[in-house]
């Protein structure tokens, strides 16, 4: 099901995947229709919802607006794969649907994307940690230098791009492919992945979003993280699997996610190959250790993985 016609040749093509959050929705789309710069559409793909989602996008009544709606649930990734099919912009820009962007979000990712070569494909930014149950917010900013240009090692490291921070050339994703259905979590970590083999990213040190932190993000659903990042390694284990520091530490907080499990035997032996891939990262020989003292080491183990 599809409302509104699609805009000629509009910039920018923004995506709000959403299921069952209506209210968090209509404040997203408020900060779309907000922004300075105007020249975009917005796509509302709606993944099945059962509450009163369809009413709320039909509440806005701007031309820019266009509404697909899923018969039924189909998942995060079916869904955003939707929205890359049906965009017309030249850019894509993705917002999740509990965060919030500022103002100048797209005004300022257009002039740089419009100001680089196409080999620079790809644009993510700072943020406003912001903290639904205190109000806090906290701005949350990375050295330019570690999360700009050619990426593709670094980002293999660790997942430092933000999905509602992004814009990205339309061609990045024609050359990339879709979202990867088969990988259960993390589905826009391996997207960048793949976009980062063949274009350069750039960076604005800039907050451009409010990124909601709240009880029912991914952090706190450690089984489904263990799949994600147990798909991410199958799928990059030619790069993954080389003895270096950064590959020593993605083992070793992959180690951290099954003691978060209590499933301390699994977390041996992923400690185990963290050692032999740098056998001087301290790390996962502590963390060995401290699978054999139970439950209780979970804040000790926090506390070492943020140091």
């Known amino acids: 099901m599809e409302v509104e016609h699609p805009m000629q040749n509009p910039k920018v093509s923004v995506?709000?995947?959403?299921?069952?959050?209506?209210?968090?929705?209509?404040?997203?789309?408020?900060?779309?229709?907000?922004?300075?710069?105007?020249?975009?559409?917005?796509?509302i793909i709606d993944d099945g919802s059962p509450d009163d989602t369809e009413n709320t996008v039909k509440a806005f009544h701007d031309p820019r607006l266009r509404y697909i709606k899923h018969a039924q649930n189909q998942g995060e990734g079916a869904a955003r794969n939707s929205g890359v099919q049906h965009a017309e912009g030249e850019y894509i820009a993705f917002l999740d649907d509990d965060d919030e962007w500022l103002p100048n979000k797209l005004q300022l990712q257009v002039e740089l994307l419009d100001a680089q070569?196409?080999?620079?494909?790809?644009?993510?930014?700072?943020?406003?940690?912001?903290?639904?149950?205190?109000?806090?917010?906290v701005e949350k900013k990375r050295p330019v230098e570690t999360v700009s240009g050619k990426v593709f090692d670094r980002l293999l490291q660790d997942n430092f791009v933000i999905l509602s921070t992004v814009?990205?050339?339309?061609?990045?994703?024609?050359?990339?492919?879709?979202?990867?259905?088969?990988?259960?979590?993390?589905?826009?970590?391996?997207?960048w992945v793949r976009i980062s083999q063949n274009y350069e990213f750039a960076y604005i040190d800039?907050?451009?979003?409010?990124?909601?932190?709240?009880?029912?993000?991914?952090?706190?659903?450690?089984?489904?993280?263990?799949?994600?990042?147990?798909?991410?390694?199958?799928?990059y284990h030619a790069y993954i699997s080389t003895p270096s520091k950064p590959n020593s530490i993605r083992y070793f907080k992959l180690g951290l996610l099954y003691c978060f499990t209590n499933d301390f035997k699994t977390a041996r032996r992923i400690y185990l190959k963290s050692i032999r891939l740098y056998p001087l990262n301290p790390k996962p020989y502590a963390g060995f250790l401290m699978t054999f003292l139970g439950p209780w080491a979970y804040r000790k183990l926090l506390a070492l993985n943020g140091k």
């Open 15 to 43: 995506i709000i995947i959403s299921y069952n959050r209506a209210q968090l929705l209509k404040v997203a789309m408020q900060t779309v229709f907000d922004q300075t710069f105007e020249d975009f559409e917005l796509l």
């Open 167 to 191: 814009m990205a050339r339309k061609e990045c994703f024609d050359a990339a492919g879709p979202f990867d259905l088969s990988i259960p979590a993390g589905l826009d970590y391996d997207m």
């Open 206 to 235: 800039t907050p451009l979003i409010k990124y909601r932190i709240h009880r029912n993000n991914l952090g706190s659903n450690f089984g489904l993280q263990i799949r994600g990042q147990e798909a991410f390694f199958n799928k």
């Open 117 to 137: 070569p196409k080999h620079v494909g790809f644009v993510h930014s700072a943020l406003i940690n912001f903290y639904a149950d205190t109000g806090e917010e």
